[in-house]
C-alpha cells in the first residue's frame, strides 16, 4: 500500500462531490527516533570474520532486516561466490535476500534476476515466486509512469509487452497471496514477508486483511518504521485517524527501515489523517515537514494544497497543486485538486482544462469525449441569460464563496492500484470518473456553457446513478435551461438519496411556484465531510 490522498469538495449552486485529496508554512516539531530500539541497529555493524557461504548468507540477512542494503548485498555475493559450506541453507537463500536488497533500493531488473535465480536454486520456492510476480508488477507499473506511448521505442514496447505477458501467465492476483500464504505458513517468524504480504493485500484494496498483516511485523519489530508507516495508511483508509496518527508517529521513532520509501512517507500519511480530523493547521506543518524530507514527494504536495485550501489560502494551494502535478503529471487526484482549487478562485477555464486533464492522464475513452469537443453554448435563449445575471447579482456570495463537502462512497483508494494488465492502465472506480465529471459539469455551468454542463453530468450519472451532487446539478442545470418538468424530475432523485438536505426541497418548490428558471441556494447542504477511502473484499 501506498498512499491516502484527500478529495476537495465544493457546494455552491452546483454541487461538485467532495474531492480535494490528500498530503504549509507552518513547521512540524520533528520526532525524534526512539532511544532505547532493541530490535535492530541501523549503525552499521563491523564485517565479522566469516568463512562459509552459510555465516555470510545468514549476516546478509541481519543486514536485510536492519535496512543496510548495499552491504547485504556484498554479503549475499560473497555467499555465493564462496559456494561452500552452506549447512542449513543452500543458493536459494543468498540470491533470495540478494533479490531483497536490490529492490529495496529499487533495483528492479537486478532483483528480478536474482529471484529467478532462487527459483532456479530450488523446485518451490513460494516467497520467491511471490517476490518475483510483485517486481514485475512494479517494473510495468513503472513503465507506463515514465513513458508516453506514443514516444515508446519498439524496445520499450515489446519489453512492455513482455511484462504483460508474464503476468497474465504466471502472476494472477491470487497466485501471489496464495505463495505468501504457504511462505508464512512455513516461516512464521519473517517479518519482511509480513510486510510484503501487507503491501500486496492493500495494494488490492483489502484493507482489513492487510492490516492483519502489519501487525504481524510489528509484532515481531514493534519498530519497525515501514511496517507502521504502512499501517498508519491503513487506518487511515479504515477511518481510524487518532490510532493512524499514533503509527506514523512511532514510524518516524522507529528503526529506521524503509526500503525505497523515507519517513517523509509517514509525515505525509500523519497530514492526511489531521486533514480527515479537520485540524487543517497542524496537516499542513505536517505536509510541510514530508516536502522538507523529499522535496520531489507528489503526494506531499498534493496534501499540502489540500490543507491550504480548507484555509482558503487558495493562491498557496494553487502553487503547491501545480507542483504536485509537475511531479506526477499521471495523477488523477492532483488533476482533480487543481481543477477544484481553480473553482475556487473563479478560474473556470483552468478548471475545466484540469478537469479534462485528469481524465485524459488515464486515458478514460468514454469520459474523454465530453473533453474533446465543449461546444461554446451561444445559442442560448437570452431570457435564460438574463435569469443567469439577475440570480447571480442577487447572491454571488452564495454561488460562489459557500465551501463544504458533500460525503462520497468512492474516493481514490490510499494504495498505489494494481496494474489492470489487460488494459495496459490503472484501473479506475466508473464512481471516481463520474466524480470527476460532476466537477466538469459544474466548472462548465460557472463558464456559461450550460449544454455541455448538462451532457457532462448526465455522463456521471450513466457511471454513478447514485451521486447525489449529479442529481442536484442536474436538476439545476435543467431549471437554467427552461426545462422545469425535467428538473424536478432531478430533484426528487437528489432528494431521495439525501432527504436531509432541506435546500434540494426548496429548489424544487421554487421552480413549481414561480417561473425564475435559475435556483438560488436555499442553505448549505450538510457540514463538511471528507471522502472516505473505499475498502473493499472483507
Wanted: overall charge negative.
Amino acid at each position: 500500500m501506498r498512499y491516502v490522498l484527500a478529495w476537495l469538495g465544493l457546494a455552491t449552486t452546483v454541487f461538485t462531490t467532495p474531492l480535494l485529496w490528500t498530503r504549509t508554512t507552518l513547521a512540524a516539531p520533528p520526532l525524534q527516533r526512539e532511544e532505547n530500539s532493541n530490535q535492530l541497529n541501523l549503525t552499521t555493524p563491523e564485517t565479522p570474520a566469516l568463512e562459509t557461504s552459510a555465516e555470510w548468507t545468514q549476516y546478509c540477512i541481519t543486514l536485510v532486516q536492519a535496512g543496510h542494503y548495499a552491504d547485504a548485498i556484498t554479503a549475499c555475493q560473497t555467499a555465493l561466490d564462496l559456494d561452500k559450506d552452506w549447512e542449513d541453507s543452500d543458493a536459494s537463500i543468498a540470491w533470495y535476500y540478494n533479490g531483497s536488497a536490490l529492490r529495496a533500493q529499487g533495483q528492479l531488473q537486478p532483483a528480478l534476476h536474482s529471484y529467478e535465480k532462487a527459483i532456479r536454486e530450488r523446485s518451490t520456492f513460494s516467497l520467491a515466486e511471490a517476490e518475483r510476480c510483485r517486481v514485475l508488477l512494479e517494473m510495468q507499473q513503472r513503465t507506463i509512469h515514465t513513458t508516453d506511448t506514443d514516444e515508446n521505442t519498439p524496445h520499450e514496447e515489446q519489453r512492455n509487452e513482455e511484462l504483460l505477458n508474464e503476468l497474465q501467465t504466471n502472476c494472477h492476483h491470487q497466485t501471489i497471496l496464495d505463495n505468501y500464504a504457504q511462505a508464512l505458513t512455513e516461516h512464521p517468524d519473517d517479518p519482511i514477508a509480513w510486510l510484503h504480504q501487507g503491501t500486496f493485500l492493500a495494494q488490492l484494496n483489502r484493507s482489513v486483511r492487510a492490516l492483519r498483516s502489519y501487525d504481524q511485523a510489528i509484532q515481531l519489530i514493534p519498530t519497525y518504521s515501514l511496517a507502521l508507516a504502512h499501517r498508519c495508511a491503513v487506518l487511515n483508509q479504515l477511518k481510524r485517524y487518532q490510532a493512524a496518527i499514533a503509527d506514523c508517529e512511532r514510524a518516524v521513532r522507529g528503526n529506521g527501515v524503509w526500503e525505497d520509501e523515507t519517513p517523509a512517507y509517514a509525515w505525509s500519511q500523519r497530514s492526511y489523517a489531521l486533514l480527515e480530523m479537520e485540524q487543517y493547521h497542524e496537516a499542513v506543518a505536517s505536509a510541510q515537514q514530508a516536502i522538507q524530507l523529499a522535496p520531489t514527494y507528489a503526494d506531499a504536495w498534493n496534501n499540502q494544497a489540500v490543507g491550504l485550501w480548507r484555509l482558503a489560502r487558495y493562491d498557496e494551494a494553487a502553487v503547491a497543486i501545480a507542483e504536485a502535478v509537475t511531479l506526477n503529471p499521471q495523477s488523477v487526484q492532483a488533476r482533480f485538486n487543481q481543477g477544484r482549487i481553480f473553482s475556487s478562485m473563479q478560474q473556470y477555464d483552468n478548471a475545466i482544462q484540469a478537469y479534462c486533464q485528469a481524465i485524459n492522464s488515464q486515458a478514460i475513452s468514454r469520459s474523454a469525449l465530453y473533453c474533446t469537443a465543449l461546444p461554446t453554448d451561444t445559442e442560448l435563449v437570452q431570457s435564460t441569460e438574463q435569469n443567469l445575471e439577475q440570480a447571480i447579482d442577487q447572491s454571488s456570495d452564495q454561488l460562489i464563496d459557500q465551501l463544504t463537502d458533500q460525503p462520497s462512497e468512492n474516493s481514490i483508494n490510499s494504495s498505489t492500484p494494481v496494474l489492470n494488465t489487460h488494459t495496459n492502465q490503472m484501473p479506475i472506480d466508473p464512481s471516481i470518473e463520474a466524480d470527476v465529471l460532476v466537477n466538469l459539469g459544474a466548472a462548465l455551468w460557472y463558464a456559461g456553457r450550460y449544454q455541455s454542463a448538462l451532457e457532462t453530468t448526465q455522463a456521471a450519472l450513466s457511471l454513478n446513478p447514485e451521486s447525489f451532487a449529479g442529481w442536484y446539478n442536474q436538476g439545476v442545470i435543467l431549471s437554467v435551461l427552461g426545462r422545469s418538468s425535467e428538473a424536478l424530475a432531478a430533484y426528487d432523485q437528489a432528494n431521495r438519496l439525501s432527504p436531509q438536505l432541506i435546500c434540494v426541497l426548496a429548489d424544487a418548490l421554487r421552480i413549481q411556484a414561480t417561473t425564475v428558471t435559475l435556483p438560488v441556494p436555499a442553505c448549505e447542504p450538510t457540514e463538511p465531510a471528507s471522502a472516505p477511502a473505499k475498502i473493499t473484499g472483507e
